[in-house]
Structures are given as structure tokens and as C-alpha cells.
């Protein structure tokens, strides 16, 4: 199965500022990467697919990049509505696998 | 605009069974995987079944030979049956079709 390695697991920003996840694969896939955003008692939210195409209607602060099996997720400048917990996915083979969450607090 | 909504979810005993449904509406592209995510409680997100848009079927290790899952020829509602179903499959369960994702529908399996 391919592991996805998620960090932070958590961090604190303030509103403006730029903030960068990443994902890790433990093997090479291609650019088969999705990120989500959940907050609690919503239906979560896809914001990017094929690791840097953003879903339709994300606003452009959003945009996600790939090197080699590093994958980031970058908010240019965070919104208040931003705060939330934010997941990767590899949909490169199957069992499909999710990191393990980064939860972006306000500072 | 694409919307998915669950429904199905309940309270059941250890070993029991449950049917999940996913209605969804708009337009989905043809090639549209339909998928099934839960989070259980205080825990990430755990892929838990797919069926693409050839019919193939794919399911987490954890669940295979427990669930069923199935869409309808329209593609426009799909089902996740579970049974023999353990306190650890207790989670929000999510149904996921075209990167549009449902609010979810709570099961929880407790005697």
C-alpha cells in the first residue's frame, strides 16, 4: 500500500498569511493527488485534483504543486473561512490512502 | 452544481447489518468513480470502497467480504451494503462521486 505522509500536523497562522502542507508518497505516483478541506458537520470539500487542477469554483489562493513524491498544498493568503483540517489523497493505486490531516488553527 | 447526499445510517449491534444509500444530482462527468469515505470519531479520513466507471469494484482490506458496494445503471444513486458489522466500522460515512463529496451519514455499531 502507498503511504502518505502529512506535516504539519498541525499549525497556527494568522489571517494573510501563506501557508504550505505537504504530502509524502512512499512511492512514485504520478500526479495522482487530491486535497480536501473538512470542517465539522460540513460536507467536505475537494480543492485540487491531478495534484495542481483546481475543483471548480475553489477560489485561486489555492494551488498545489508536485516534485517527485512531494506534493504541497499552498493558501497564498488565508481567509478566516480557510480554518480547517486539510487531507491529501492518492488515487494513483488502489487502496486509496489519505494523510493523516492537517489541522490549521487561527493564531 | 453537483450535490451527494447519504442516508441509510443508524445505531445497530455488533454483527448486524446496514444499508448506506447516495442519491446524487447535476451533472457528473461520464468517467465519474463513485466511492465511500469514513471518519471515525477523532480520526482522519479512510477510503472504504470504489466502483469505477468500467463496474470495477475495490475495497480497503478491512471491509472485503463484509461490504457491497453498487451503483445504479444511471449512475445517479449508488448503495454501500454492510454487514457482520464491528464496533471499529462506527464512523461517519461519506459518499463521494466526481470530487463532490456528501455531508455524511452517521453509523454507529454498539451493543
Known amino acids: 500500500d502507498i503511504q502518505m505522509t502529512q506535516s504539519p500536523s498541525s499549525l497556527s497562522a494568522s489571517v494573510g498569511d501563506r501557508v504550505t502542507i505537504i504530502c509524502r508518497a512512499s512511492q512514485g505516483i504520478r500526479s495522482e493527488v487530491g486535497w480536501y478541506q473538512l470542517k465539522p458537520g460540513k460536507a467536505p470539500k475537494r480543492l485540487l485534483y491531478a495534484a495542481s487542477i483546481l475543483h471548480s469554483g475553489v477560489p485561486s489562493r489555492f494551488s498545489g504543486s508536485a516534485s517527485g513524491t512531494e506534493f504541497t498544498l499552498t493558501i497564498s493568503s488565508l481567509q478566516p473561512e480557510d480554518f480547517a483540517t486539510y487531507y491529501c489523497l492518492q488515487a494513483s493505486s488502489f487502496p486509496l490512502t489519505f494523510g493523516g490531516g492537517t489541522k490549521v488553527e487561527i493564531k | 452544481e453537483v450535490q451527494v447526499v447519504e442516508s441509510g445510517g443508524g445505531l445497530v449491534q455488533p454483527g448486524e447489518s446496514l444499508r448506506l444509500s447516495c442519491v446524487v444530482s447535476g451533472i457528473i462527468s461520464s468517467g465519474a468513480w463513485m466511492s465511500w469515505v469514513r471518519q471515525a470519531p477523532g480520526k482522519g479520513l479512510d477510503w472504504v470502497a470504489t466502483?469505477?466507471?468500467?463496474?470495477?469494484?475495490y475495497y480497503v482490506d478491512s471491509v472485503r467480504g463484509r461490504f457491497t458496494i453498487s451503483r445504479d445503471n444511471t449512475k445517479k444513486s449508488g448503495f454501500l451494503q454492510m454487514r457482520s458489522l464491528r464496533p471499529e466500522d462506527t464512523a461517519v460515512y461519506h459518499c463521494?462521486?466526481?470530487?463532490?463529496w456528501g455531508q455524511g451519514t452517521l453509523v454507529t455499531v454498539s451493543s
Open positions: 466502483v469505477r466507471e468500467d463496474g470495477s469494484i
Open positions: 463521494a462521486v466526481d470530487g463532490v
